[in-house]
């Protein structure tokens, strides 16, 4: 069977700008993906008529379906719904039923009840209009009526609130793609999570099993904060049980670095462990600052395993609430393997977990000296077979060094687990 | 002066199924729109050789310089350099600089130079190279040498790692670019912060401002977490003085809204203010898990007036660590008025700040009551002049309400303090 084909066309100036990151790209493609439809292509285009004119016209010759996402508000920028409408010859019209749900939506808030919502009942004559539950701008499906082409396609306009996109895509666009298209069940990914040894080593270790893989069945190296993600790919050549096979070939080969066999970061894999064992974790950040803390909260059922935080941004901090002593932080400072040693022990203490991660660092880009300079973490884990501290150092700038730090504080202690 | 056009094509697989967020492409955009290039297409596509010289070709006829990142790592899904050398029509050949830098690069890591990182030394013919200070990748730029065009276009190639590609930007591009072409420096972009006003609210109090603004100044609505940014923007078509004096014109409407006069986060409008006034601020956080501390500590500096957080996941932390009352507990629970209000206090009395915030809500999935719907959250600010609590309500996943709410957390406390 012919792999259904998707382009997705995101619309903003902020876009563009760079003013807002397109992480409804992302989180459209993973959907579409995992219902076996191949985004082949992400188009991002200003609020310009041209501009989504063209960029439409392109990807309806090449994708059986195109979702939109942008430029479906109240305000005079929002010029999606009229160029949709030129480019499939229909004119907008009320629907009462889009008007009788935006005053439901807006009961308790008259106030942004007023002229320039009212532009958000004006539909498309031509279009399928879907309910949007949470926001005010109708979900609009336009199906292309050219005789000539066997395949039926379809172009889908969604609002750019990540929020609605997301909840539309769920209950709405998804059940309707399913029910209009034969949609293919046997895309496969495949992803083992690697941490502690870099992309290259890592494929240089397993270059004979990826040399041997078979051509239905495809690799890609996905590196990110110190995780080097795997991934095996079918694109319905291969079955399930192939791809296993490759798997359980590949395992043996890293074994001392395999995180997870699954796609789960290792925030992730850590939150199972955990609620599994019925054992619990607290964190005692300094330069990491409430990053580590935000990983292990990310997931719901957290607070089953996540006792809190504290963090000691301030000295004063790590010693009256943290104990750590007032002799390390003069002889050795914050940043040292002492000061982070008794953080992990003190917030151990303090919370009564199992385990304990403390970080201290120099997150930059001030604060460096030639002795520690920017990129200097200390880390330690405090575990019931006792404290362990290491010293890394970490490139880029302050959100890429807390954002490493963290991750490599739960990547680490994942593997300490194993051991 | 004609604006000059710049496209991004971002490659690879992982874009397109979605396993990674495309944040390369924001901060490109932001970097090249400050230089007053602009960017008017972003395309994604795949490790795919014709799906790359298919989305270069049509980037080089609209754009006067069109910039790639991703496919240049030493594994075998990555072909963007010998599908560049194919379009450039030029050849690989080795480059003693590169093989030096690389070396030298992992000097202290033998085990990544392997037989793989070997390829990194090989570069396009045709192609100016610039050093990757940071990265094995060669930063390559090929110039269009067709006859029959005025201006001089480039194809400028960058690795996909976003360290690796902001630092190649900043030390080798841009000033690249700056010596190569004319760039205009008239693009501006100026934006007000607005809080707790809704979109469609606002544009209507705006609506008479909006209607006189000349044709030569741009405004965008981009509204983000309980957040609204108004963007002016002029491509050289008006001076900075008649966009301030749209901006002076546009405040007293909205006085009692605004949190920012610039493009800045209320973190940051709230790490200003407490540096200026050398004052300090904690937090105490049960939903939120770190959340809002992590905003806080984005910003360098904020050790000035950041001292630390209790993140209370657990109600034991609540009591023994912020003092929260158990009878408080056991009467209203924790997501209360009078709990949120005890953790506010407590962490202001136990880190001796001028200011503290506190929250607590049910951030789901689960955990939701029909008295406490998931996305029911109760914040606290204590001050100087006492402490202040309200009941807010927010939608989405469980990332949105916490994301949410620690900005709700921030922006009223913004407003508070402007009173």
Chains 1, 2 share one sequence.
Not at 102 to 122: D, F, G, H, K
Not at 204 to 211: C, D, F, K, S, V
Not at 344 to 373: F, N, Q
Request: proline fraction near 5%; glycine fraction near 6%.
């Amino acid at each position: 069977m012919k792999a259904l084909l998707a382009e997705i066309i995101s619309i903003g100036d902020e876009l563009l700008i760079g003013q807002v990151v397109n992480t409804n790209a992302s989180w459209m493609a993973q959907t579409l993906n995992h219902a076996g439809i191949t985004v082949v292509q992400v188009t991002t285009v200003r609020d310009d008529r041209q501009a989504i004119t063209e960029a439409v016209s392109a990807a309806m010759q090449r994708a059986d379906m195109v979702l939109t996402t942008g430029g479906l508000g109240p305000t005079k920028d929002d010029i999606t719904k009229t160029v949709l409408c030129e480019l499939f010859h229909t004119r907008l019209v009320e629907s009462p039923e889009v008007r009788e749900h935006v005053r439901t939506l807006y009961a308790n808030r008259p106030e942004v009840l007023n002229s320039l919502t009212a532009t958000q009942w004006l539909v498309p004559e031509a279009a399928v209009i879907l309910p949007n539950r949470v926001g005010s701008a109708p979900l609009m499906v336009f199906h292309r009526s050219a005789t000539n082409v066997q395949q039926p396609k379809v172009l889908i306009s969604l609002p750019g609130v990540p929020h609605e996109m997301q909840i539309a895509m769920t209950e709405q666009i998804m059940p309707y793609l399913k029910e209009h298209f034969a949609l293919a069940a046997d895309i496969i990914h495949r992803t083992i999570v690697v941490y502690g040894i870099p992309e290259s080593t890592l494929a240089l270790r397993i270059e004979q099993w990826e040399q041997a893989l078979p051509p239905t069945i495809h690799l890609a190296y996905l590196p990110k904060q110190g995780v080097v993600r795997l991934r095996l790919s079918s694109y319905g050549e291969a079955s399930a049980d192939e791809v296993q096979q490759q798997i359980d070939a590949l395992l043996p080969l890293i074994a001392d670095h395999v995180l997870a066999t699954d796609d789960l970061a290792p925030n992730v894999v850590l939150g199972r462990w955990l609620t599994e064992r019925k054992q619990t974790i607290a964190t005692a950040e300094s330069c990491t600052g409430g990053r580590l803390a935000a990983l292990l909260n990310e997931q719901s059922g957290s607070s089953v395993y996540y006792m809190g935080s504290v963090i000691a941004y301030d000295n004063s901090v790590k010693q009256q609430v943290l104990g750590v002593l007032p002799e390390t932080l003069a002889a050795d400072g914050a940043v040292s393997e002492a000061c982070v040693r008794q953080m992990a022990e003190g917030v151990r203490r303090l919370l009564k977990t199992d385990y304990a991660i403390a970080t201290s660092g120099i997150a930059g880009p001030t604060g460096g000296t030639p002795d520690k300079p920017v990129g200097t973490v200390w880390l330690a884990w405090a575990t019931p077979n006792g404290t362990f501290a290491e010293c890394r150092h970490f490139g880029g700038d302050r959100a890429q060094i807390t954002n490493n730090a963290a991750m490599a504080a739960l990547g680490k202690l994942l593997l300490l687990l194993k051991q």
